[in-house]
């Protein structure tokens, strides 16, 4: 069967009752870890700093538990994050788990026990959290706090698959396209995934909103290469 994206070129899915099996023999997103490099990712909460503070107008590597790779910068109000990796083992059999986490609150990166958003599930593209997610179809820089109130609501608080885009797929694939993500995912063309043009996802804790978008998944932004690599931006509303 056909690889599900195309930088995973030995990876071959099957499908097994409602749920999906990988079997690989090498992949480029299969980054093993040390057991010390998976502690620190594991225990990572005792590890986050107060606050990762950000010049406006100015470049920092992310900081957090297991970062591997990543840069976050400041313009105005808006935070970009880019090449964002977490380090994560794999299972006997499996490709990489990739649970990545972000905490918008202190700029930086999460762990499995302190984070705001998790990015997690098929190629690390399902973005969740235990506080409320929605989204909305609207420029980026015209989104304001008020359009909470209208924003489309995910299925069971989790944003990926948006739609699959091809031939020949397989229907257990075309289950994870709800029309309610932020990518759409081209099947018949190199296996390639593109976020929704103008699709804003929005976070909520309490009060405080953050608006972010995702960019790209793919290292150094270039489509087709070696991924999950995130690049997204986001601002308190």
Not at 57 to 74: K, N, Q, W
Request: aromatic content about 12%.
């Amino acid at each position: 069967m056909k690889n599900l994206f195309n930088s995973l070129p030995k990876l071959s899915l099957f499908a097994v009752g409602a749920g999906m099996v990988f079997i690989t023999a090498c992949s480029k997103n299969n980054d093993i870890v040390s057991p010390a490099a998976e502690a620190s990712l594991v225990a990572g909460k005792s590890l986050v700093s107060p606050l990762a503070v950000i010049a406006d107008g100015t470049t920092e590597d992310i900081s957090g538990p297991g970062v591997t790779s990543g840069t976050i910068s400041l313009d105005g109000s808006v935070y970009t994050v880019e090449n964002f990796k977490q380090a994560y083992s794999t299972d006997p059999g499996q490709p990489a788990d990739g649970n990545f986490y972000w905490r918008f609150s202190v700029n930086e990166a999460g762990s499995p026990a302190n984070y705001e958003i998790k990015f997690t599930g098929i190629a690390t593209g399902d973005i969740t959290s235990t506080d409320s997610l929605k989204y909305i179809d609207k420029l980026f820089s015209s989104v304001v706090a008020a359009d909470w109130a209208t924003a489309n609501v995910p299925d069971a608080n989790t944003i990926g698959m948006n739609s699959v885009i091809g031939t020949g797929v397989p229907s257990a694939v075309s289950a994870l396209a709800n029309g309610k993500g932020w990518y759409d995912y081209y099947w018949s063309a190199g296996h390639l995934v593109l976020p929704v043009s103008g699709r804003v996802l929005l976070y909520k804790n309490g009060s405080v909103i953050v608006a972010f978008d995702i960019q790209s998944i793919y290292e150094d932004a270039v489509t087709g290469g070696a991924f999950p690599y995130y690049h997204f931006r986001y601002k308190t509303l």
